[in-house]
């Protein structure tokens, strides 16, 4: 899934997660929290996207990505239901932070509909558009937009690599066929 990188916050750190079930990802983070996490096939178009936007990335050690990295690993071991890692979502509009934040807090195992998420944000009408930010979606997995489904109760889209295949293998890691 190639995010839409927004960056508020011009020193970054990276790194990559040792491998996972579904490659390895690299992790950007700012002094506020985790603002990307990409999937193996578009890390190199990310790191030249960095470069070409003069983005400086810090030499040194976040203990944030550290944290970042175990608890990846712990979430594809069954190990660890729910996420601590702080997001930074800045230079986001509104109501993008508002679908992801309530993306976020949908419970391990569970799944809503695009919908609900429109509903639960006081924009009802606003299904389309709530499916369109989980397609840009730059922390999948941490924010869980593989957690949300069609009204039909169908799995409808999903932007990183293997698509709906995958969006479907997150669910059942989760328990939840």
């Known amino acids: 899934m190639k995010p839409k990188l927004s960056f508020a916050s011009q020193i970054l ?14 992790l950007i983070a700012s002094e506020k ?20 936007k003069r983005v400086v990335i ?5 203990p944030l990505l550290a944290q970042t ?26 109501f993008y932070v508002e679908v992801l934040m309530a993306t976020q807090a949908i419970p391990y195992g569970s799944t809503q509909s695009y919908a609900d998420i429109a509903r639960q944000i006081g924009k009802p009408q606003a299904a389309r558009a709530v ?7 730059p922390i999948p ?12 109760g ?8 293997g698509g709906l295949q995958t969006k479907a293998w997150l669910l059942k890691l989760e328990g939840n066929p």
Request: glycine fraction near 10%.
């Open 13 to 26: 750190s990276t790194t990559q997660t040792d491998p996972t079930p579904l490659g390895r990802f690299l």
């Open 33 to 52: 929290g985790l603002t990307h996490l990409v999937f193996q096939p578009d890390i190199a178009g990310i790191l030249q996207e960095l470069e070409e």
């Open 58 to 62: 810090s030499p040194e050690e976040n």
């Open 69 to 94: 990295k175990t608890e990846i690993l712990d979430y594809f071991t069954g190990k660890l239901k729910k996420f601590t890692i702080p997001v930074d979502l800045q230079g986001f509009s509104p």
């Open 131 to 137: 499916g369109q930010v989980e397609a840009k979606n």
């Open 141 to 152: 997995i941490i924010i869980p937009c593989h957690r949300v489904i069609g009204s039909d």
């Open 154 to 161: 169908r799995l409808h889209g999903y932007g990183g690599p």
